[in-house]
């Protein structure tokens, strides 16, 4: 979950950053409480080949079937429309994206819109080392990698997968191609993972990646979520400061979710994101687009807009773009931040929709 722009676009942009090919009605709409439309994540598939307990915690699952699901054709034609809105960022999900079945393509034809400054992808990592070159050669720059643990018995109680080998082989791949900056994304629990912060960092120093530590969420009713299971942002910092020595690098942009620490005598960088103890819904700029098109404006949505019916209905442009617009402007979404009532008491919104779903 990073948010960092990158120098040095894979895209086709032009001078002045992707705000050229802005939508000439109204530019970049903003909602109810003045928030911009910046970055979209772009679920790619629904299906995964872990299981991991805050994520998938069922064992089978109903998959989306294949003719719901968009083509990259469909993917390509409202991403260049979500461009002409302001999005500049753009990050594929899952499920376990690298799963979709000729992703390079996907990103070359992403990779060709004007305007787009940012492709990025977040992954478990089990299929880079087959696929990190022809991703890097197809126009991806950067990669998301998640890890929570190098535990290989916590591993396989976390994701239900003997699969820690080929993950970190997967991240040594993706360094080796230049996917970089490499960034790992660590779930944080308490009593399963807290105990192996430092360590994490050490591993991404020796091997030169970014680290983002990230407050365990209630995203989704199935994984039975408990506030007691959440390890803040102070605690997370106290533990590896106490071990590790930080220079405070604050937050790297304006709209960045995590406020950053450089490794001192090294080029690693490591992130916490507080989602639950100091949330950040003020500056949230993000959607997301579902496997089988649907968009949604909040990770902890029950729903979301049907867009697939309308583009395969025979929607033009214009009535896309003005859709996208009318959600856009309507949303007033910041659930993390009246997650708890003014007395403190838990106040979670049954019937959100599952991580599985959403694509993170």
Known sequence: MSYERTIGSPCNSTAGGGRAQLDSESGTPRDRLGRALRELRVSVTDRCNFRCTYCMPLEHYSWIPKREILSFEEITRLSRLFVRLGVDALRLTGGEPLLRKGLPELIAMLSAI?????????????????????????????????????????????????????????????????????????????????????????????????????????????????????????????????????????????????????????????????????????RCSRARLTANGSLVTCLFAASGHDLKGRLRDGASDDELLDRLRQIWRARDDRYSEIRFSETGALARREGKLEMITLGG
């Open 114 to 282: 004007e305007g787009l400054d940012e492709i990025s992808l977040t992954t478990n990592a089990t299929r880079l080392v087959e696929l990190a070159e022809p991703l890097r050669r197809a126009g991806l720059r950067r990669i998301n990698i998640s890890l929570d643990t190098l535990d290989p018995a916590r591993f396989e109680a976390l994701t239900r997968r003997r699969d820690l080998d080929r993950v970190i082989a997967g991240i040594d791949r993706a360094v080796e191609v230049g996917l970089t900056p490499v960034k790992l994304n660590t779930v944080v629990q308490r009593g399963v993972n807290d105990d192996e912060l430092v360590g994490l960092v050490r591993f991404a120093v020796e091997r030169g990646l970014e680290l983002r530590f990230i407050e365990f969420m209630d995203v989704g009713t199935a994984n039975g979520w408990r506030l007691d299971q959440v390890v803040s942002r102070a605690e997370i910092l106290q533990a590896i400061a106490g071990a590790i020595e930080l220079e405070p690098l604050g937050r790297l942009n304006a709209d960045d979710p995590a406020e950053a620490w450089r490794v001192r005598g090294s080029a690693c960088r490591i992130g916490i994101i507080p989602s639950v103890t100091a949330p950040f819904c003020g």
